[in-house]
T-cell receptor, first 114, second 110 residues
Framework: DSGVTQTPKHLITATGQRVTLRCSPRSGDLSVYWYQQSLDQGLQFLIQYYNGEERAKGNILERFSAQQFPDLHSELNLSSLELGDSALYFC?????????????FGPGTRLLVL | GENVEQHPSTLSVQEGDSAVIKCTYSDSASNYFPWYKQELGKGPQLIIDIRSNVGEKKDQRIAVTLNKTAKHFSLHITETQPEDSAVYFCAANSNYQLIWGAGTKLIIKP
């Protein structure tokens, strides 16, 4: 158990809908990362937050947005969903913002768009 | 931009044999190279990392080697066991981010 929690574990929705994925980092970690992993694909970095502020942005679509709240939990919002958005979404956390920090991954949220 | 290439995409080895996964990177400023293991149904987990001031690091059956001149680093697993079956990801830091390889699926045959 990494100490990172993600809810929900599974999510089934329809095209055009909007969903929110939630992540609680490990106690003491200030940085949160979001990743997308499609079937048989690698990890696609979406976005990083550090202590409430956006720190780095990867290949995140404009339909996707995220935020980190004062209690350090984070939410990833996915809107106007398409079939291709079906994937595993992972959240990870680390103590600080530097790339050299160990990232601790949650169990993921499996999203299925029908 | 920065790129990390990982090979092979799938590796099948006999239990007890060694496995080697290789990665190359393009940013000469990269100085941190972690390896993560993702077991089925779980999130990735750091198993070993190396920084540019050393050429090799070992942890029991796992070792990582780094060749900064050639810009490549490798993961070596000796005496493979069934629990080594997983997807392995390499990464390198660049511009304050981690750039990830595409992953290697390691299959241990009994």
């Amino acid at each position: 158990d990494s100490g990172v929690t993600q809810t929900p574990k599974h999510l089934i929705t329809a095209t055009g809908q909007r969903v929110t994925l939630r992540c609680s980092p490990r106690s003491g970690d200030l940085s949160v990362y979001w990743y997308q992993q499609s079937l048989d694909q690698g990890l696609q970095f979406l976005i990083q937050y550090y202590n409430g502020e956006e720190r780095a942005k990867g290949n995140i679509l404009e339909r996707f947005s995220a935020q980190q709240f004062p209690d350090l939990h984070s939410e990833l919002n996915l809107s106007s969903l398409e079939l291709g958005d079906s994937a595993l979404y992972f959240c990870a956390s680390s103590v600080a913002w530097q790339a050299q920090e160990t990232q601790y991954f949650g169990p993921g949220t499996r999203l299925l768009v029908l | 931009g920065e790129n990390v290439e990982q090979h092979p995409s799938t590796l099948s080895v006999q239990e007890g044999d060694s496995a080697v996964i290789k990665c190359t990177y393009s940013d000469s400023a990269s100085n941190y190279f972690p390896w993560y293991k993702q077991e089925l149904g779980k999130g990735p987990q750091l198993i070993i990392d190396i920084r540019s001031n050393v050429g090799e690091k070992k942890d029991q059956r796992i070792a990582v080697t780094l060749n900064k001149t050639a810009k490549h680093f490798s993961l070596h697993i000796t005496e493979t066991q069934p629990e080594d079956s997983a997807v392995y990801f390499c990464a390198a830091n660049s511009n304050y981010q981690l750039i990830w390889g595409a992953g290697t699926k390691l299959i241990i045959k009994p």
